[in-house]
């Protein structure tokens, strides 16, 4: 039987589902709603007249593992080929990535040097972790936090440096309420699988297979450790949403927030806050989770509940511009553990790996503060309070202590995200689901990993659960 799906969310995740959905004839039509005037997400760029470009959002792509191919699998089904930034693992932007411990930036270890050597601010060789590790028990535990999974494996002094700042920089989270299931299910599976992350790490333990396009093989052969692209990481929505707009069966609606789903004999009925009413078999929500929580029938109330524990965290983003070459370092960037600054996470070089994003005549250089996330609110206050002008200078006083920067940025920017933060496990609320029958798939950051890759491969998966591999 032909189905008519509504996909709830227009981000990169919303998109990718329709994206998946429009290749099956048993689909007869997909009406995506999204709620603001624009699709895409997180992934927003500021592009300027004289060519710089700024992220606002996620600013490079990981090409590794199947999710990643996955994602360049749909670049070259869109034709942007041509539009494609790498940053190969030679690059200086992979090489160098530091810590900011103690007021010092500290090269984080890197190659086989840097793991047999003590490299300040660790106080001893990193290889003794990792070879005590192989021996070191599993755990019985069905989650744990992050910290505590790494402590336990790695020892203590890893889990409060470098992963401590790595869930700061990727999750804006705090790795002690992090779950290790739902950020790192790779260390979680390995050491499930094998019994030790390292044995696991090298023996493989299973995963979703992606057949590699050309460009996945490219960027394989390459070894690139990220991409962008040269208008943006916002030109990958873009682009596919113009080839959603193409297909008959697949309908586009901006300014369409959800008001109530309500089911009956025949499916679902979608309220709009505009009084608007549609009609669908199936749901594929990719909204955040506290946002379907507030539209779902009272009935669901099991499952308001565990979508209401999901939180959100709010980031705020400040891009900079600056006159000449400022950077002490060359590198990717820098993050700062809690225990030295909890209210600001890391500070990315953008004009380091993507100089192509500079803009035309001059040299300058463009950086990316972020902060708050976990401890938004301890820092900052409220986040409907604060002034943006408050978050500015707190950003250019950071580039200023942690980089010597003098100069003030002939440009800047400030932005705040709302990030869901992955405390736990979706598993119930897709048991509940499946038990009671219901024509609902969740999909996106809320429930299956927080990255552009992660967000993608999720909106995929939604769709095939409903038509089958595509």
């Known amino acids: 039987m032909q189905k008519v799906v509504a996909v709830l969310g227009g981000g990169i995740g919303g998109l990718s589902a329709c994206h998946h959905l429009s290749k099956s004839p048993n689909v007869s039509k997909i009406v995506l709603l999204e709620r603001s005037g624009r699709c895409g997400g997180w992934l927003s760029s500021i592009r300027r007249d004289d060519g710089a470009v700024f992220e606002q959002g996620p600013r490079g792509v990981r090409p590794a593992g199947a999710v990643g191919r996955n994602t360049l699998n749909m670049v070259s089904e869109l034709g942007l080929e041509s539009e494609i930034l790498p940053v190969t693992k030679d690059h200086v ?7 900011y411990v103690k007021g010092q930036l500290h090269k984080m270890p890197s190659g086989p040097g840097g793991v047999v050597r003590t490299i300040p601010p660790f106080s001893r060789p990193i290889i003794q972790s990792v070879l005590k590790e192989i021996l070191i028990r599993k755990g019985t535990e069905e989650d744990e936090s992050v910290h505590a999974f790494v402590s336990r494996r790695l020892g203590s002094e890893l889990a409060n440096i470098a992963i401590d700042s790595l869930c700061r920089g990727v999750f804006a989270g705090d790795s002690r309420q992090l779950s290790v299931r739902s950020c790192f299910p790779l260390l979680y599976e390995a050491e499930r699988s094998r019994g030790s992350i390292v044995l696991g790490m090298l023996m493989g333990s299973g995963g979703p297979k992606v057949v590699p396009s050309d460009l996945a093989k490219r960027a394989s052969t390459e070894s690139w450790t990220q991409w962008s692209l040269k208008r943006g990481m916002q030109a990958f929505p873009e682009a596919l949403e113009d080839t959603l707009k193409r297909r008959e069966r697949v309908e586009l609606h901006h300014h369409a927030k959800v008001k109530s789903l309500n089911m009956n004999s025949g499916g679902w009925e979608i309220k709009l806050d505009d009084g608007v009413s549609l009609k669908a078999d199936h749901v594929i929500s990719t909204l955040p989770a506290s946002e379907l929580a507030s539209v779902l029938p009272p009935a ?7 979508l209401r524990a ?3 965290v709010t980031v705020a983003v400040v891009n900079l511009e600056y006159e000449g070459f400022i950077l002490p370092v060359t590198g990717f960037g820098h993050l700062v553990p809690s225990s030295e600054d909890p209210g600001l996470l890391g500070v990315v070089y953008d004009s380091v790996p993507f100089p192509q994003h500079n803009r035309s005549g001059g040299l300058t250089t463009r950086l990316t503060v ?6 938004f609110e301890q820092t900052f206050g409220h986040p409907d309070s604060v002034t943006k002008q408050t978050l500015l200078d707190r950003a250019t006083q950071a580039v200023t202590s942690h980089l010597g920067v003098n100069s003030q940025p002939v440009w800047s920017y400030v932005g705040l995200l709302k990030l869901c933060v992955p405390f736990l496990i979706s598993e119930k609320m897709r048991q509940y689901i499946s038990n009671h029958n219901l024509p609902l798939t969740l999909a996106g950051a809320s429930y299956d990993g927080v990255s552009v890759n992660d967000v993608i491969f999720s909106g995929r998966t939604a769709a095939e659960g409903l038509i089958g591999k595509t």
Do not use: D, T, V, Y
């Open 93 to 99: 932007a992979s090489k160098n990535r530091f810590l």
């Open 300 to 306: 669901a109330q099991p499952l308001l509940e565990e």
């Open 310 to 312: 999901i939180a959100l």
């Open 370 to 375: 972020m902060m708050g996330g976990a401890w």
